[in-house]
């Protein structure tokens, strides 16, 4: 069975060339995408963080899954690259973009909790994890990708890798599944006890 998606969101092609012109090779893959899509269907009305906007990669893919009255805020440390999905995404009255390190906004945030958080840059997944934990919503979902080596991956990453995946399988109030797919993912549902 082949398990490339086949619907892709309408501006992913144009933010993948713009990907390649900025050098920005750090996007999710497409077996990635599909499952947020699929996630973030699964949430009418849902509210959904993302951690690392890139070029919009990944909240193309979101908003793809997403009802009307969902909304996405999605934060990213370069303003540069995020400019890229402001541009392609921005008209799209759902998302909100932050520009500014992530860790800092998890710290700040006052909000309610997330239906799902996808957390595909450092703070939220390997710095700042038990504040990104707090923000999901009993019965929410947690979603993390590029667990398998990645380019450019420090020397020592491997380790941070399986310490945090120790992390997340020994917490009560989430239930974990690895997932030996696309760059490696794990994918985590808060329990509501």
């Known amino acids: 069975m082949d398990d490339t998606p086949t619907r892709i969101p309408a501006a992913l092609p144009s933010l993948r060339s713009r990907a390649r012109d900025a050098g920005f090779i750090m996007s999710s893959e497409d077996r990635t995408g599909s499952l947020l899509a699929a996630l973030s269907a699964a949430r009418p009305a849902g509210r959904i963080l993302e951690l690392g906007t890139g070029v919009g990669e990944g909240a193309a893919w979101l908003l793809s899954g997403m009802d009307a009255d969902s909304s996405l805020t999605t934060v990213e440390l370069d303003d540069s690259v995020q400019a890229v999905a402001r541009e392609q995404l921005g008209d799209?009255?759902?998302?909100?973009?932050?520009?500014?390190?992530?860790?800092?906004?998890?710290?700040?945030?006052?909000?309610?909790?997330?239906?799902?958080?996808?957390?595909?840059?450092?703070?939220?997944?390997?710095?700042?994890?038990?504040?990104?934990?707090?923000?999901?919503a009993p019965g929410g979902t947690y979603l993390i990708d590029d667990l398998f080596p990645q380019p450019g991956w420090p020397e020592d990453h491997e380790a941070s890798v399986e310490r945090l995946l120790a992390e997340l399988e020994a917490r009560e109030d989430f239930r974990c599944v690895r997932m030996a797919w696309a760059s490696g993912l794990l994918m985590a549902v808060r329990t509501a006890a």
Request: glycine share 16%; proline share 7%; net charge negative.
């Open 92 to 136: 799209d009255p759902r998302v909100t973009f932050v520009s500014g390190d992530g860790g800092a906004w998890l710290e700040d945030f006052g909000g309610a909790p997330f239906d799902l958080v996808f957390a595909d840059t450092w703070p939220g997944k390997f710095t700042h994890l038990d504040r990104a934990l707090g923000l999901v």
